[in-house]
């Protein structure tokens, strides 16, 4: 019998824990006299962690030392990324710590991200920790001297091609990350923020109108659909549905359109607010409903009522020349079940698309009516 490899469960640290302790190991270096091959820095989270330092050296006003990142089990595109700290001293500031992004790092080219345009992609979590750890390994070196700490990412740019990070217009690099300074495999916390900064960007931006989608595959499809759209309307919201009406709402988006295909909207109908796999069951009986609706005989809404899959119901109305008409009814039952969840609050539009990416069906709603 074949084994299904299991994921694993090592924790990582984040890339701001990273460029915290490379930064404390370059402070030491100019207090020391020598960088250090490891470093104890302070993580967000209270936590005291050891890490290994490289490549570290100094001359008389500067310091540089690297720290490599371990995301753990986490499948993470900054895996292995060397959070680089250059630190030097600047006399006609004493007692200060200023902190700039090097290359690599991201720079801020949108507003909405509680970060100035213009400035670098270091989210205010991790700065304040990389400077506490600074001013930490310092001491009364910034009684007559100031510091300015410079992080770089030399991968930067190349790793920020596999995130959204263009889509929030954080350009030139990656983005210095963390609340807690640990990252937890696979964990869904980054994905939710991800969906919410989104939004906030778009919303930032003077956008009135945002589209959700469920993946790449329904994203690609409301993109062609939709081409007078702004790229920061389009936001991946995953399985994470009622962060993003949430945040819609709270932002004051007036019109929203959600992109999506038979499993994911079918959850959307029948009320699920989290609509990943493991979260409910598919609830067969109401495709069978929208199929008998839509024509099909007795037969085949019981075969649908007994299915495991949404996608049984969408291939076998396929069969019978009836996909229009069942996804449409799907498409407004979603509209139907989100004007009652969220009443008064923006217009709705749902586009459905089959596996293949192919347009199906739109309904539309008043939702604010």
Do not use: W
């Amino acid at each position: 019998m074949k084994k299904t490899k299991k994921k694993g469960s090592r924790t990582g640290f984040t890339t701001g824990a990273c460029a915290a302790a490379a930064a404390r190991a370059a402070t030491l270096g100019l207090v020391d006299g020598q960088v250090p091959n490891s470093v104890e820095c302070l993580l967000p989270n209270g936590q005291q962690v050891h890490f290994t330092v490289i490549d570290g050296h100094r001359d008389d006003h500067r310091a540089h030392a690297v720290v490599v990142k371990d995301a753990g089990d986490d499948p993470d595109c900054t895996h292995g990324a060397h959070l680089t700290a250059d630190v030097c001293l600047l006399a006609e500031i004493p007692g200060q710590v200023l902190l700039k992004g090097g290359t690599g790092v991201g720079t801020i080219t949108m507003a909405g991200l509680g970060l100035a345009v213009g400035g670098p992609a270091i989210n205010p979590v991790p700065l304040r920790n990389i400077e506490a750890n600074v001013r930490a390994a310092a001491a009364t070196l910034l009684d007559e001297q100031g510091l300015e700490v410079t992080i770089s990412v030399p991968e930067g740019e190349t790793m920020s091609r596999k995130t959204l990070n263009a889509r929030l217009g954080i350009v030139g690099g990656i983005s210095i990350l963390g609340t807690t300074g640990i990252v937890r495999p696979y964990s869904t916390a980054a994905f939710r923020a991800s969906v919410i900064q989104g939004i906030e960007v778009a919303a930032a931006q003077g956008q009135n109108s945002v589209v959700l989608t469920t993946g790449g595959r329904t994203e690609k499809f409301v993109m062609k659909a939709l081409p007078e759209l702004a790229s920061a309307c389009f936001v991946q919201m995953g399985d994470f549905l009622s962060y993003a009406l949430d945040t819609a709402v709270k932002e004051g988006i007036r019109h929203v359109i959600i992109g999506g295909m038979v499993g994911k909207l079918t959850k959307m109908a029948q009320g699920e607010t989290i609509t990943h796999a493991g979260r409910a069951e598919v609830n067969t009986g109401l495709l069978a409903e929208l199929a008998q609706h839509s024509g099909a005989a007795t037969d085949v809404c019981n075969d649908i009522r007994h299915a495991e899959t949404a996608r049984y119901a969408a291939e076998r109305m396929t069969e019978l020349g009836l996909a229009d008409a069942f996804h449409h009814a799907l498409a407004q039952r979603v509209v139907h079940t989100l004007a009652e969840r969220y009443p008064r609050k923006f217009t709705l539009t749902v586009l459905v698309c089959d596996f293949d990416g192919n347009k199906i069906a739109t309904a539309q709603g008043n939702v604010d009516a």
